[in-house]
Structures are given as C-alpha cells and as structure tokens.
C-alpha cells in the first residue's frame, strides 16, 4: 500500500487544469464539486481524496489515482502516491505547471484586449508567447 504526498501548486482554474493535463497525455480526467477518494493499485480506496482526478486505470496497472485538491486559499495541491512519484516528480509539476500557464494565458488574453501575436517553442521546451495590444 502506497502512501501519497502532496505537493502544493499555484494552479487555480480547473479548465486549464484539465487542458494541462490533456497535453501532458491525460485526456480522461474526472472532475468533482466536492472531493472523491483517490484508489489504491489494488483498487482500495484510499483514505486521501480530491475534486480532479486521473484514475489509476488511464496511468498503468501497478498505478494509483493522480488528484489535485482544492485548498482553501483556492489552489489545487497535487495528491501523488509515493509509488507514482518517480513519474510524476516536481519536475513533471513544473511541465504541468508550464502548460497551465499556457492556457490560461491564452484563454484570458482575449477577454483583457489582448491578441497572440507568436508562439514558439523553445529547443529546453520553454514556450516563448507574445501578445499585444492595439491602443
């Protein structure tokens, strides 16, 4: 039985949360209003839970659940089983994280003025995105 740990986050809206996830690979994640529990390799529900979920099913058989927890200052904490950890490490939060930011950058220019004028990928996998603003 694995013990999970949490690993705080500054992600805060679901939607680019869920869009995050989709482009690390997860296309199938659960969304909740209020925390479910999280399930063990051997299917056991585990004691720790979470509103947005990858089942254990959709990572490998030997998997736990992957959740994000609400907190109350409105961020979501990671909630990763020890077993997990070696793939989904800090540095994979970081990617995430990268990808998040990207979509929210993208989804809130607009409704601020703002256009996205390039993107470019950079060769250490930085994303480079320029907006402007007519005036």
């Known amino acids: 039985m694995s013990h999970f740990t949490s690993i705080q986050t500054e992600i805060r809206q679901i939607e680019y949360l869920t869009k995050a996830l989709a482009d690390m690979g997860f296309e199938s994640v659960e969304l909740h209003e209020f925390p479910v529990p999280l399930y063990g390799f051997e299917g056991d529900i585990r004691p720790e839970s979470a509103e947005?979920?990858?089942?254990?099913?959709?990572?490998?058989?030997?998997?736990?659940?992957?959740?994000?927890?609400?907190?109350?200052?409105?961020?979501?904490m990671a909630v990763i089983s020890d077993y997990d950890s070696r793939q989904f490490s800090r540095d994979w939060i970081q990617k995430l994280t990268q990808r998040y930011a990207y979509h929210a950058l993208i989804?809130?220019?607009?409704?601020?003025?703002?256009?996205?004028?390039?993107?470019?990928?950079?060769?250490?996998?930085?994303?480079?995105?320029?907006?402007?603003?007519w005036v």
């Open 107 to 133: 989804g809130t220019a607009p409704q601020q003025g703002f256009t996205v004028e390039e993107e470019e990928v950079l060769e250490d996998g930085t994303i480079r995105v320029i907006i402007g603003q």
């Open 52 to 76: 947005v979920i990858v089942r254990r099913k959709f990572i490998s058989s030997r998997s736990n659940d992957l959740g994000f927890k609400r907190q109350f200052d409105g961020t979501f």
